[in-house]
C-alpha cells in the first residue's frame, strides 16, 4: 500500500468501551498528527509526534491517549468517551514537523459514540 | 489567536465558469499555506502549498495566491467541472500545526 492509510474506517462505541484507531504511512515520513474534524467546525489539531515523541499536545482530553510505536505507525488509545467526541479522525504525516513540509492525509475514521 | 476564516462558506457555479475562494488569517508569522480538497466523508487531498517566501503557486487548473502582508490567499479554479464539486479547506501552517479554516463547500453544476 501506499499513501497513509487508517483503520477502521467506521468505528461505533458505547461511552465504557475501549477501542483504538490505527494510522500507518509508507511515505518515510517522521513526523505524524492526529486531527479531529467534527461537524461544522474547522479542523483542529490534536496530537503532533516527530521521530516518536510527542512534540504537540493541543489541549485534548486524557480519554484520547496517542501512541507512537515507530515512525511509521501512530494509534489513538480510545475510552470512556462522550457522544459529543463522534467525529471524523484524521491522520497525517510530513517529512518533518513544520518547517514548510506538505502533510498528507488519510482517508480518516468516522467515529459515532453512542 | 491565531485563525483562520474562508469565504463563502458555500459556493455553486454552472460548469465553466471561473471561481475564486478566499482565505484570511489572523497571524502573519507563518511557515506555508496549504489548501485541501475534501470529498464527502473522506479524508484531505492537498492540492497546492505555498512557502511563506513565494507569491502564488499553480497546479493545472488551478492557481493559489499569497499576501503575508494582509493575512489573506485565494484559490482561482479556472473553467470549473462537476467534479470539482468538493470541499475546499485553507490551511495556515504555524511551527508544528496547520489551523484550519471551515472550509467553501463548491458545487458545480452541469
Known amino acids: 500500500e501506499t499513501g497513509v492509510t487508517q483503520t477502521p474506517r467506521h468505528l461505533v462505541m458505547g461511552m465504557t468501551n475501549k477501542k483504538s484507531l490505527k494510522c500507518e504511512q509508507h511515505?518515510?515520513?517522521?513526523?505524524m498528527y492526529w486531527y479531529k474534524q467534527s461537524a461544522k467546525k474547522p479542523l483542529e489539531l490534536m496530537f503532533v509526534?516527530?521521530?516518536?515523541?510527542?512534540?504537540e499536545n493541543n489541549s485534548v482530553p486524557s480519554r484520547f491517549s496517542p501512541e507512537c510505536p515507530n515512525s511509521s505507525h501512530l494509534f489513538l488509545h480510545l475510552h470512556t468517551l462522550q457522544p459529543e467526541d463522534s467525529a471524523l479522525y484524521l491522520c497525517?504525516?510530513?517529512?518533518?514537523?513544520?518547517?514548510?513540509?506538505?502533510?498528507?492525509f488519510g482517508p480518516g475514521t468516522r467515529l459515532t459514540v453512542t | 489567536k491565531q485563525e483562520v476564516t474562508q469565504i463563502p462558506a458555500a459556493l455553486s457555479v454552472p460548469e465553466g465558469e471561473n471561481l475564486v475562494l478566499n482565505c484570511s488569517f489572523t497571524?502573519?508569522?507563518?511557515?506555508?499555506l496549504q489548501w485541501f480538497r475534501q470529498d464527502p466523508g473522506k479524508g484531505l487531498t492537498s492540492l497546492l502549498l505555498i512557502q511563506s517566501s513565494q507569491r502564488e503557486q499553480t497546479s493545472g487548473r488551478l492557481n493559489a495566491s499569497l499576501d503575508k502582508s494582509s493575512g489573506r490567499s485565494t484559490l482561482y479554479i479556472a473553467a470549473s467541472q462537476p467534479g470539482d464539486s468538493a470541499t475546499y479547506l485553507c490551511?495556515?501552517?504555524?511551527?508544528?500545526?496547520?489551523?484550519f479554516g471551515a472550509g467553501t463547500i463548491l458545487r458545480v453544476k452541469s
Open positions: 511515505l518515510g515520513h517522521n513526523a
Open positions: 497525517a504525516s510530513s517529512p518533518y514537523p513544520g518547517q514548510a513540509y506538505e502533510q498528507y
Open positions: 497571524d502573519s508569522a507563518i511557515y506555508n
Open positions: 490551511a495556515v501552517e504555524y511551527g508544528n500545526k496547520l489551523v
Open positions: 509526534y516527530s521521530l516518536e515523541e510527542r512534540v
